[in-house]
């Protein structure tokens, strides 16, 4: 096991070999978009390999084990959606994560539901998501992205819904389903589904699409869903990787007309809520 967990450039002594230190950068990896300088980068790797092997030896409370190689980013999210989520516990409606990817955002979300509001069963936690990675990408976004970045794998929304429903068996009313996945370009699968679920009020949305286009239609749909007290969630506001989601909200809302917070827990994602001026 020892000579699993020793890195490549690491001596017995414990001694590590130094590499300088490089400027902050954007790189795209596996369709993704990762931050970080070349020693943050070369870090992180090295705690996913520690994890693989660790999991082979964990049992029990694994679950809590795993902790141990979780990054300070990884909590930082996590405190992050726990501020958004609190600030719905009095507004009705259910919530709705535009841009699932691996699932990360929707599971924290429903294990935030089984916390703050275990018998609140109206609470539905609502993902759209193509898994199958951007369909296009239009002018008004950034160079460098492609249809099928941010792909997951196939099948994964069966994997997802899996997940989730043994993460709600942990929480009360299990019978209850309290999630729903809606497979497909959301351009397309918005509509009939806010056509079949009339009663829906929407209390939070998360934009995590990106792009213009998408970012755009959404927020078009959505709207006449939203009560005031509603948060909308801008996930790359501001980011220059991604243009397109500030233009579109810049041309559907207006920034004059929104009182745009950030958060101290994430760099990009800032939320507003509707009514506050």
Not at 117 to 124: D, L, M, Y
Not at 170 to 179: D, G, I, L, Q, S
Request: glycine fraction near 8%; charged fraction near 25%.
């Amino acid at each position: 096991m020892l000579s699993q967990l020793r890195g490549p450039d690491e001596r017995e002594d414990g001694d590590t070999t130094v590499t300088d230190r490089h400027p902050r950068t954007t790189n795209k990896l596996g369709g993704e978009a990762v931050r970080g300088t070349s020693d943050e980068l070369e870090s992180a790797a090295r705690l996913r390999e520690l994890s693989r092997v660790l999991a082979s030896a964990q049992s029990g409370n694994e679950h809590w084990h795993r902790v141990v190689t979780q990054r300070s980013s990884t909590l930082s999210r996590l405190l992050h959606l726990d501020h958004l989520y609190r600030q719905i516990l009095d507004v009705p409606g259910v919530i709705c994560e535009f841009g699932v990817h691996w699932g990360a955002t929707l599971a924290t979300l429903l294990n935030l539901r089984a916390i703050h509001e275990p018998f609140n069963v109206s609470r539905t936690i609502v993902g759209f998501d193509t898994f199958e990675g951007f369909v296009s990408v239009s002018e008004k976004d950034s160079p460098g992205w492609d249809p099928g970045d941010f792909a997951s794998m196939a099948d994964f929304d069966s994997v997802l819904a899996e997940i989730l429903t043994l993460h709600e068996s942990f929480a009360p009313n299990p019978e209850v389903r309290k999630h729903e996945i809606v497979k497909g370009d959301v351009l397309e699968t918005l509509e009939p589904w806010l056509g079949a679920n009339p009663h829906a009020i929407i209390a939070m949305a998360i934009l995590d699409l990106d792009l213009y286009e998408p970012t755009r239609h959404v927020l078009r749909q959505i709207l006449p869903r939203c009560t005031q007290g509603s948060v909308l969630v801008f996930d790359e506001l501001n980011c220059p990787e991604f243009p397109g989601e500030t233009r579109a909200v810049m041309e559907e809302l207006g920034f004059g007309r929104l009182r745009l917070r950030r958060s101290r827990f994430a760099t990009y994602p800032s939320w507003a809520v509707i009514g506050d001026s």
